[in-house]
């Protein structure tokens, strides 16, 4: 296997030892781990301490298998109070999944929990058939939404990274390269200098996956930094991101404010790469506004971690507008997983601000009024019928205006870009003209005052 296969396939492309007979079918299928077409059985643990999502468990697992492409023709759930270490799922409970997946002609089983290695051999020997986990199932869908070369670059090191662990575990091609030497077969294939104990090949592929997580996280480093370096040269604009849980409605809401023409789909994920557009408030006023890759439970934190120069947006932003789909009966459960993913990212404390979006079909009232009561100073909203959004854009201009301070500058009429900046930024109540100098009241809040000082120096400022 050469480093470029290596990068671009390792984590689809798995070798099998066809000696073994069983589960013979579920690995030769494992060689590609995307579901696109297939037709795959849920399966759901719950535990004491998951913290179900409404009624139906599933109901996540499901969108994301009909995301990925997959059929769905069966679900199982089973509640238990610990997981079983060889299955994860009782097994009694691994003959009934044997049995229904083979009734249902089905070729994957996904199960909407994380299992180690050893757990997905032991279910594929057990039932014949490929088994995928949440995070697996997530990142093939990231791999399919991925457009530009950094999303790309991302995915494949989250993919990486979480096949690199599990390479013992999901493969059998464990046969030494070069063998004991003399006259044996191996020997003679290894010829002089590599006759003796040799290498697994399992040990030259954990070597090359090192490698290209390495080329890519230095890739990626500066793909951060000249993000990074965009970002605050945006210092002197209000910056605005939307944050919140796939399908909430972030990129409609983009498209309502700024007309941006980013895609819209009803299904999960459907944006994945960050783009900033400006957005006209009304008196003379802009923001930029960001929209950012949707959130989940139990997101892998291998794409938080490859996603953080995506997410430099939300990281650095004036302020975070939090999409919540008020239709959804788990909205709550879902403003649990945004808030956990943006503490991850050390950007909680940051000035949220918490619309309620779709509310023209949200039906549940009591949900409404249960995320009122958990967040007083949301709004609102929808963003498909233009409900709320006057209210949105006072708020947004309340918070950018600050505390409002009255000021009399002085500014030298050659600094066209300090009068620029008050032009864009103050309010101008008034402006007498001398011969080298303009001498303005204005009114501008405490952000936008405390930028006027520091990067246009020049000009003097009195507070009235």
Known sequence: MSRQECGNRVHRRVVFDPRRGTGRLARERRTELS??????????????DSGV???????????????AGAVVVDQIIQRRDRIDPAFYVGRGKVEEIRQRAEARDADVIIFDNDLSPAQIRELEEATDRKIIDRSELILDIFATRARTHEARLQVELAQL???????????????????????????????????????????????LVNRRVT?????????????????????DQFTVSLVGYTNAGKSTLMNAMTGAGVLVEDKLFATLDTRTCRWNLGDGQTALLSDTVGFVRDLPHHLVASFRATLE?????????????????????????VIAVLTDLGCAEHR??????????????????????????????????????????????????????????????????????????????????MDHTVELDVRLGARDLSILREKHSSAQVTLA
């Open 35 to 48: 579901v696109r077409s297939e037709r795959a059985v849920l399966v759901g643990v719950v535990l004491p």
């Open 53 to 67: 999502y409404g009624n139906d468990p599933l109901n996540e697992l499901r969108s994301l298998a009909q995301t």
């Open 161 to 207: 990274e979480y096949t690199a662990p599990r390479l013992r575990g999901m493969w059998t091609h464990l046969e030494r390269i070069a063998g004991a030497g003399g006259a044996t077969g191996a020997g003679t294939v290894g010829g002089i200098g590599t006759r003796g104990p040799g290498e697994r090949q399992i040990e030259i592929d954990r070597r």
């Open 215 to 235: 080329a890519l996280k230095r890739e990626l480093a500066r793909i951060d930094r000249r993000k990074v370096r965009t970002v605050r040269s945006r210092d």
């Open 313 to 337: 947006e939300a990281i650095h932003a004036d302020l975070l507008l939090h999409v919540i789909d008020a239709a959804s009966p788990v909205a709550e459960k879902q403003v649990d997983a």
């Open 352 to 433: 949220i601000l918490p619309l309620l979006n779709k509310i023209d079909v949200a039906e549940d009232a009591a949900v409404i009024q249960m995320l009122e009561r958990r967040m007083p100073t949301a709004i609102r909203i929808s963003a498909k019928t233009g409900r709320g959004l006057d209210l949105l854009v006072e708020r947004v201009k309340e918070v950018m205006r600050g505390s409002i301070h009255r000021a009399r500058v002085l500014v030298p009429l050659a600094d066209g870009k300090a009068m620029a900046f008050l032009r864009h930024h103050a309010e101008i109540l008034d402006s007498r003209y």
